[in-house]
Each structure stands twice: as C-alpha cells, then as structure tokens.
T-cell receptor
Framework: AQSVTQPDIHITVSEGASLELRCNYS??????LFWYVQSPGQGLQLLLK??????LVQGIKGFEAEFKRSQSSFNLRKPSVHWSDAAEYFC???????????FGTGTRLQVTL | DSGVTQTPKHLITATGQRVTLRCSPR?????VYWYQQSLDQGLQFLIQ???????AKGNILERFSAQQFPDLHSELNLSSLELGDSALYFC???????????FGPGTRLLVL
C-alpha cells in the first residue's frame, strides 16, 4: 500500500534562513505528489503539486519541490523563510488508481525572529 | 479561499448524539471527499463521492455515512458519537478523480 513519511516532526529555523522539509513516499508507479500547508485553526492550502514533466515544481509563497524518483522523495524548499511561514506542512500522495490522498504525519515549522 | 465551504465551523455535542456536517464543493467540481484529522490518527480519508455516486471508501466507521445531493453538495452524518470521534473533519473537492483536491476550512467536532 502507498505511504508517505515525513521524518521531521518539528523544525525550527530563523527568519531569512533556507528551509528544506523532507518527504518520502512508497508507491510502485509514478505518484501524484502534493504539499499542503495548515496554519493554526485553518484548513489545508495547496502549496504545489507534481503530476509529471519537470521534476522541479514551483508553488505559491515562494516554495518549490523536487521529485526524485531514485530516492522516492519530494522535498519542499524555500530559500528564505518568513515568520508568516510558521505552520504545519503535509506531504501527500494520490495514487494512479485510487482517488484518496494519503498524507504524511506532518512537519511543524517554527520560525524564530 | 479555496472555494469549498463547510458548515458549521464548530460543533459541540454529547456522546450518543448524531450530527450532520455539510460541504459545498467548488463551482463545477463533481468529486467530494471527506477526511478526518485527529491527534492520534493524523489525516485520514473517509469517503469519496463523484456526481452523486459513492466512488471510494476509506477508514470510515459504520456509524458514519455520507451522501452527495443532485446540487453536488455533500453531507457527512455521524451517529452514536463517542469521545474518540472528536476531530477536525475536512471536505475537499476536485473536478474529477485523480485530480488536485481543494480543501474547505473544516468542521471542528467536540464530543463531550
């Protein structure tokens, strides 16, 4: 069965520093991959997605992610973090045959000033 | 704003009761999904409807049921509520299957 692993439960970075959130997936075929962000008390907002094509995808708020098939990874990056980026980030996979999203456990990002 | 609306935003009820959560998908979207977010289980898929028909089922309890109406809005019915049903319930919609899902703001359910 498909699964998503986000190995970092909590990450703290300084404002202006770069960020990388890790995501590994388990799925036999090419997956459809997503990153969502959840601010406290809010719903899930789509940051970016990968379906096919260019393995480096750009999203909203200056985020990007790179699909690496050989490593089964889809890590999220941002070159310079802003205090407003503090939130919980979820990686998710949508398999080719099912309609459901399988989510990782999330990474809580704290930004220090 | 994703365009997906959910009501109510908050719900407090007692064990053994029944509640109904409502979701309106984005304009033009035919698929509606329900997810549960809890501290111990994380985000879990419950059920999907496409144009009024059930399409996929996940970890949905028998006490829970859903439907999608001709105007494409959906309702999630939770009955015989237990303390452990306290969670954030999200609705998402997409144009079809295997497409990007857009999430509503969620309904926070507290069972006392």
């Amino acid at each position: 069965a498909q699964s998503v692993t986000q190995p970092d439960i909590h990450i703290t970075v300084s404002e202006g520093a770069s960020l990388e959130l890790r995501c590994n997936y388990s799925y036999g075929a090419t997956p459809y991959l997503f990153w969502y962000v959840q601010s406290p008390g809010q719903g899930l907002q789509l940051l970016l997605k990968y379906f096919s094509g260019d393995t480096l995808v750009q999203g909203i708020k200056g985020f990007e992610a790179e699909f690496k098939r050989s490593q089964s990874s889809f890590n999220l990056r941002k070159p310079s973090v802003h205090w407003s980026d503090a939130a919980e980030y979820f990686c998710a996979v949508l398999t080719g045959t099912a309609s459901k999203l399988t989510f990782g456990t999330g990474t809580r990002l704290q930004v220090t000033l | 704003d994703s365009g997906v609306t959910q009501t109510p935003k908050h719900l407090i009820t007692a064990t053994g009761q029944r509640v109904t959560l409502r979701c309106s998908p984005r304009s033009g979207d035919l698929s509606v999904y329900w997810y549960q977010q809890s501290l111990d289980q994380g985000l879990q898929f419950l059920i999907q409807y496409y144009n009024g028909e059930e399409r996929a089922k996940g970890n949905i309890l028998e006490r829970f049921s859903a439907q999608q109406f001709p105007d494409l809005h959906s309702e999630l019915n939770l009955s015989s509520l237990e303390l452990g049903d306290s969670a954030l319930y999200f609705c998402a919609s997409s144009g079809g299957t295997q497409e990007t899902q857009y999430f509503g703001p969620g309904t926070r359910l507290l069972v006392l």
